[in-house]
């Protein structure tokens, strides 16, 4: 890869994240840590706002843009093969979102990209979870983004059922089932629950504020398992 095509995808990778660190740009880029480190250097002192340091991460200042960005033959098939994949999984109004905005970015490719996306050669048949636990994957989504606790009915695979109050922290797919990964007031606890076990579901106006110990990234860490690869990067 050409240094001026590196620095460009440095760029993309910094802005699209909250935090990066040196680590994962390195491995995104396939270059040490050591060229990371001065290739932003090179760019700040350039003009580009990328603030942070090493050993912590790295992130664009807020207010950086850059000119709408078009998409190579490649990755426009890979965002086609990621929504024919994902819409029958999702929550329905993320599914219906994925396809405006699909629809979106292929309106605006040139009409031999956009030809060669469409007709991709990757098919996913609907299959996925039943309309109610994609109704109830939406409001555990939404709870989980506003910080809402919940209040369930649980029916665990001994088909015992118990009434939980949980505090949710994200929807993990794990190929044929969601789970909802929660702290669980009740027990005291990090629990795991199958949406599709969850028989009642009551959100509470009460919300939580993350503490020490209870967070989810409290659980990744808990269970060996890293941001990045929770969120697939």
């Known amino acids: 890869m050409r240094r001026a095509d590196r620095l460009f995808q440095l760029v ?41 340091e090493a050993g912590v991460g790295y992130r664009m200042r807020a207010g950086f843009d850059l000119p709408p960005l078009m998409f190579t ?23 219906t979102h994925a396809d ?30 039943d309309s109610a636990t994609r109704e109830r994957l939406e409001a555990l989504r939404l709870a989980a983004e506003a910080r809402h606790k919940l209040r369930i009915g649980y029916r665990d695979l001994k088909e015992a059922v118990s009434r939980r109050t949980v505090r949710p922290l994200g929807c993990f797919f794990w190929g044929e089932v969601w789970t909802l990964a929660a702290w669980c007031e009740t027990r005291e606890g990090f ?43």
């Open 12 to 52: 993309q990778l910094v802005r699209g994240r909250r935090l990066s660190t040196a680590e994962f740009i390195a491995q995104r880029l396939e270059v040490s840590a050591r060229t990371v480190y001065r290739d932003i250097a090179d760019l700040q002192t350039q003009g580009v706002p990328i603030e942070g």
């Open 73 to 95: 033959q490649h990755e426009a098939q890979a965002l086609v093969a990621a929504v024919r994949l994902a819409r029958s999984r999702l929550d329905l109004a993320l599914a």
């Open 100 to 129: 405006a905005a699909l629809s979106k970015i292929l309106a605006v490719l040139p009409a031999a990209t956009r030809a060669s996306a469409d007709s991709l050669a990757i098919y996913a048949p609907a299959f996925g979870p």
């Open 191 to 233: 629990r795991s629950f199958r949406i599709d076990r969850i028989t009642a579901l009551e959100v509470s106006p009460e919300r939580f504020r993350d503490e020490p110990g209870k967070t989810l990234a409290d659980l990744l860490r808990r269970n060996g398992i890293g941001d990045e690869q929770a969120r697939g990067g």
